[in-house]
C-alpha cells in the first residue's frame, strides 16, 4: 500500500504481529478445572482397580518381580494367547472384507439403499444374539440348522459344524455379521468425503480399476481405516461371550481366548497375582494395537475420527448409467437378503413353539404361534427388560452429564498443552482397556461396599468404562469447531455458555452418537455385568444365558427373548443409524 | 385432548415409578437362589417359587449352569444366599464356606446316603431338594420289539443288542458328549458295576488317586469296548461331540435316529415334550456287570446349602422349599425325584424311586462330585472326551487310548 502527495510517496509496509497481541501470560481461571472433576472421580472407578491389578500381577511372595508371569508358561494360556491373535487376524480380513464392500456401494449407489438397514441391524444387537442366531443357522443336524440342511440335500452328508475346528467358522460369522454393517457404513462415509474434483481428476488421467484404488481410495482413507482398524481389533480381542454362546462345552477348550481363560482362572479360585498377569498380558496385546492404530491418527492430535465433508450437491458426481443402476440395485438386494437372512431366522424361530423349534428349523409350518415369547416370559423376560432399561438410562445420562463439560474442558476450555496431551493419553488408554483388568478389585470394592447387586452401581461402572471413548469423540467434535465461530463466542459477553450452546447446536451428531452407542452399548453388554456384578445384574443377557444352556431344545425360548432384547437397540439405530455415523466422523459442517 | 395428555403422563409417570422400584434397582436384598438349571428345568423351578405364595422378601434366580461351583468360591461375586447345588459331594469340601441348616429340618439332611455327605460332627450343612437317579436309560420299545430284543440284563447282553441293532439298521446309542457329566456318569455306572469297593474307596478319600487303580483302566476298557464299535453312535464321535444333554434325548424320541440314551429321572419332560410318539418311551436300569453283581444305582441330587453368612429371609426360603409339597408343581411336570417318596410320579419314575429306597441295592452318590478338582469340567471331563475322540477314529486301538486316559489323569492329579 503506498501514499502518494506531491511527487512523495510514502511506502506504508504492514509488519507481521507475532506474539501475542497483549504482553503477559495468559490468565487460566481455575473455573473450567473444576469441569474435570466429575471426569476424573469417575475415572478413579477404573483407575484405581486397573493400578491395583498391575501391583497384584507384579508382587510374588519375595517381593516384586515377573513370577507371576509364568502363569504363560501353561499351554492352555499359550493356546488361549494364540487363538485372540487368531481373532485378532479375523478382525482385519473383516475390515478388508468390509471395505470391498464399501467400495462396491461406492460405485454402485442403488446397492446403498438395500443394503444399509441391511448392514445396522446386527450392529445394534448384542454379540449374544448374533452367537445364538449363527449357532441356530449352524446347528449340527439336519432338521433344525439350516446349513446342515442345505448341504445334506445337495450332497448327502453335512460336515458337522459346530464339530471340532469347524466352529470356527460359526464364530467368524457371527463376529463378521455384527461388525460388517459398522465398517461398511464409515468407510462410505470416507468414500463420500473424496472430493469429486480428484476423482475426476485421477480418472481423466486414465487411472482405473484396482490401480484406481490403490493411487486414491486407499490413501484418502487410511486416517479413517485407522479408526475402523482399531475398533474391530479391540472387539476382537475382547471376544468372550460369543465363544460362550457359540462353541459347546466339549470343544471350549479349543477355542479358548485370553479373556475366557482369565475368567475360568478366577472362578475356579486360581492364584490372583497370576489371574492379573493374565489380564496385564491381555491389556499389553491391545494396548500395543491400540498404540499402534493410533499412531496412524497423531497427526489429528488424538482426533479420533477423520473430518468428513458433506459434498455439494452441485458438484455431485454424474449419475451412471441405467444398466449400472439395475445392476447395482440388484447385487445390493441380493447381499442385502444374505444379509438379513440370520436376522429372518431368529425372528422365524421364535415364533414356533417351544417344541417345533427344538425339532425342526425356522421354515418349518406347524407349530407357529407366539409360545416361545410366553415361555420365554416365564422366567422373568420383562422385568430383565425393565431392569436392563433403567440401567441404561441411567448409565447414558451421567456419562452424557459428565463427558460433555470434560470434552468441551480439553477441547478449548485452555488446559495447559501437556495435560492436555496427558488426559487424552489417558482416556485412549482407558477406552482400549479390557474389562479384565479392573474387574476383580472392583468388584471386591463393590462387595465390601454393601453395593453388591446394586444396579445403580453398574450403571457407574458403565458410564466409567464408556467415558474415554465419550470424550475423545466429543472432544474431536468440539476441536473441529472452525476457530472464527468459537473465537467469536468467546469474545461475546458469556463466553463459556455461549461457546457451550454453539457446540451444543453445531455438534448435535457426535452428541447423539455417544448417547445411542452407550444406549446400546450397556443394552446389550453382557461381559462387563457378568464379570463386575456376577450373573445376576445383567438382567436381560442373563434370561438368554439361562436359557442357552441346553441350546437346541430351548431354541424357541432363546430366539424369543433375543428378538425381545433386539427390538430397542435396532430400532434405535435404525433411526439415528445416519446421525451416529455423522458423529463418529464428525461429518457436520457447522 | 388435555385429559387424555394428562392421563398418558399419569400411566408414563406410574410406569416409571414402578420401573425404579427398588426392586429393580437392585437396592432391596432380594434372596438370591443359585441354580445349575435352565430351560424347561428353570422354568418350573420358576413355578415351584410361585407356589409358595406370598413371601416377605424378592426371590431372584440366579442360574449358573455348569459353574454352580463358584457360587461359594473365595472370590465370588455377589455371594448367593442360597445355593441349589448339582453336587451334593462338594459340601464336605465346603464347610468351611457353609452355614448349618436351621435345626426343624435338619433331619432331612440326615437321610440315608445323604447322611455321609451332608451332616459333619453332627451339625448338618444342607438338605436335599431333589434326587436323581442317574443309572436309567430311555429307550423307544418299538424299535426293540422290531429287532426282537429285551432290554439287556447284564453288561454282556447290552452289548449284543448293540450288535443285533446295528445289524437291523438301528443305531443303537445317542451320546450327549457335549455336556461332560454325561460322560462322567458312564463311567461311575460301570465302575460301581464292577469295584463297589474302588468306588467306595474313591468317594471317600481325602487325596483321590483314580489313576493309580487298575479297575479305572478297566472300566475305561469297558467304556472304550462299547463307545468304539463301528456305527453305535448316532452321528458318530463328531456329532455326540456337539449334542448337549436335551439334544441326545430328541436324537432318539424326536429324530429317532437312535434307539435309547443313557439319561437320568430328569430327562422326563424332555422326552415327553418332544418325542414323536409320546406312547413309544420305555426305560430300564443300568444293568449288573457281572452275573449275580448287584446293579449300580448311581444317585444324584440337588441339594440346597446356605452360604455364610446367611440371613433369616434365606433360612425362610430353604424352609419352605424343604416342605413336603413344595416341589409339586414341579412333580406333576415330571423328572423330578423327592428322597424317600414312591408315590405321585409317573410309571418310569416310580420304578426309579423304588429302587432308590429298595435296601439292598448297590447305591452310591455321582463319583465324580466327590472328586474335587480332578472330577469336574478341567479334570475328569475333559478326559473322558479326550478318551471318546480317541476310541472314535478309525481303527482306534482301546487299550492304547486307556493308557492315554490314566496318563492325562495322573497329569491332572498331581497338578
Known sequence: ?590 | MPSSRRVFLGAAATLLLTGCSSDVLGLRRAVRVAVSWSGEELRVFHKVLDGLGALDYPVEVVPLGDDISTAFGARSTRRPDIVMLPQPGLVPRHLADLEPVPDDIAQLGRARLWKELLVHEGTTYGVPFKTAHKSAVWYRPSVFRQAGVEPPRLWSEWLTLNQTLTKAGVTPLSLAAGDGWVLTDFLENILLGIAPSVYAGLATATDPRPSQHPEVAAALRLLGTMWSAPGVLAGGVKESLVQQFPDALVEVFGHRRAAMVLASDFAEPVVRSFAADPDDIGLFTFPPMTAGAAAPVVVGGDVMVLPKPTTEDARDLVRRLSAPTAADPWIAEGGFLVDGRTSGYSPELTRLAEQLTKPGEQLRFDLSDQLGRIGDINGLWRVLTDFLIAVGRPGAVVPDAVGDAMAELRKVEES
Open chain 1, 1 to 590: 500500500m503506498g501514499l502518494h502527495t506531491n511527487g512523495l510517496s510514502l511506502e506504508v509496509v504492514g509488519r507481521e504481529i507475532t506474539g501475542r497481541p497483549v504482553q503477559g501470560r495468559p490468565r487460566r481461571p481455575a473455573g473450567p478445572y473444576l469441569l474435570g472433576l466429575p471426569a476424573l472421580l469417575l475415572s478413579c472407578l477404573l483407575l484405581i482397580p486397573i493400578g491395583v491389578t498391575v501391583v497384584t500381577a507384579f508382587r510374588t511372595d519375595g517381593g516384586f518381580g515377573l513370577g507371576n508371569f509364568a502363569v504363560m508358561g501353561d499351554p492352555s494360556a499359550l493356546h488361549a494367547v494364540g487363538n485372540s491373535l487368531l481373532w485378532m487376524l479375523v478382525a482385519f480380513g473383516t475390515v478388508g472384507v468390509g471395505f470391498l464392500l464399501a467400495l462396491l456401494s461406492y460405485r454402485l449407489p442403488a446397492v446403498t439403499t438395500f443394503l444399509q438397514p441391511a448392514l445396522v441391524i446386527p450392529f445394534a444387537v448384542s454379540i449374544l444374539v448374533s452367537g445364538a442366531t449363527f449357532r441356530l443357522i449352524f446347528d449340527p443336524t439336519p432338521e433344525r440348522g439350516t446349513i446342515t440342511a442345505v448341504s445334506t440335500r445337495l450332497f448327502g452328508s453335512s460336515p458337522v459344524w459346530l464339530g471340532p475346528g469347524l466352529f470356527w467358522l460359526v464364530l467368524v460369522s457371527a463376529f463378521g455379521w455384527t461388525w460388517l454393517g459398522y465398517v461398511v457404513s464409515l468407510f462410505r462415509t470416507g468414500l463420500d468425503a473424496i472430493p469429486d474434483d480428484v476423482t475426476r481428476a485421477i480418472t481423466a488421467e486414465g487411472v482405473r480399476g484396482w490401480r484406481r484404488v490403490r493411487a486414491l481410495e486407499i490413501p484418502l482413507l487410511r486416517p479413517i481405516t485407522g479408526v475402523i482398524t482399531l475398533t474391530l481389533v479391540i472387539a476382537a480381542v475382547r471376544v468372550f461371550d460369543l465363544v460362550l454362546i457359540v462353541v459347546p462345552g466339549s470343544m471350549q477348550r479349543s477355542a479358548d481366548v485370553l479373556g475366557l481363560n482369565w475368567w475360568r482362572a478366577t472362578t475356579t479360585g486360581g492364584d490372583s497375582g497370576r489371574t492379573a498377569a493374565l489380564g496385564v498380558v491381555l491389556f499389553a496385546i491391545v494396548a500395543a494395537v491400540g498404540l499402534i492404530g493410533v499412531r496412524g491418527l497423531r497427526r489429528r492430535r488424538w482426533a479420533m475420527p477423520v473430518t468428513v465433508v458433506r459434498p455439494d450437491p452441485s458438484l455431485a458426481r454424474p449419475k451412471p448409467t441405467r444398466v449400472v443402476r439395475r445392476f447395482g440395485w440388484f447385487i445390493g438386494f441380493a447381499v442385502a437378503l444374505v444379509w438379513i437372512f440370520p436376522a429372518v431366522v431368529l425372528v422365524a424361530t421364535a415364533l414356533h413353539s417351544p417344541r417345533e423349534a427344538g425339532l425342526h428349523g425356522w421354515w418349518s409350518f406347524s407349530g407357529l404361534g407366539f409360545s416361545s415369547f410366553g415361555a420365554a416370559a416365564n422366567v422373568g423376560l420383562f422385568r430383565a427388560l425393565l431392569s436392563t432399561l433403567v440401567i441404561a438410562a441411567a448409565a447414558t445420562a451421567v456419562l452424557l452429564v459428565i463427558a460433555v463439560p470434560t470434552a468441551y474442558l480439553v477441547a478449548w476450555g485452555g488446559l495447559p498443552t501437556r495435560l492436555g496431551r496427558i488426559a487424552m493419553g489417558v482416556f485412549v488408554v482407558l477406552a482400549v482397556t479390557p474389562v479384565q483388568m479392573y474387574a476383580a478389585p472392583l468388584r471386591d470394592a463393590i462387595d465390601t461396599a454393601g453395593l453388591a447387586g446394586s444396579r445403580v452401581a453398574l450403571a457407574l461402572v458403565h458410564a466409567a468404562a464408556g467415558l474415554p471413548f465419550a470424550v475423545l469423540l466429543l472432544r474431536s467434535a468440539f476441536a473441529s469447531a472452525p476457530p472464527a465461530l468459537v473465537s467469536e463466542a468467546l469474545q461475546g459477553p458469556a463466553r463459556q455458555s455461549a461457546v457451550l450452546a454453539t457446540v451444543q447446536r453445531t455438534y448435535r451428531p457426535a452428541l447423539v452418537a455417544v448417547a445411542v452407542l452407550e444406549f446400546a452399548l450397556v443394552w446389550n453388554d453382557f461381559i462387563v455385568g457378568f464379570l463386575i456384578s456376577g450373573p445376576g445384574t445383567t438382567p436381560l443377557s442373563l434370561v438368554l444365558w439361562g436359557e442357552a444352556r441346553q441350546f437346541s431344545t430351548s431354541s424357541g425360548p432363546v430366539a424369543a427373548a433375543a428378538v425381545v432384547a433386539s427390538v430397542v437397540p435396532v430400532v434405535l439405530m435404525l433411526s439415528f443409524w445416519r446421525i451416529v455415523v455423522r458423529g463418529l466422523t464428525t461429518g457436520s459442517r457447522p
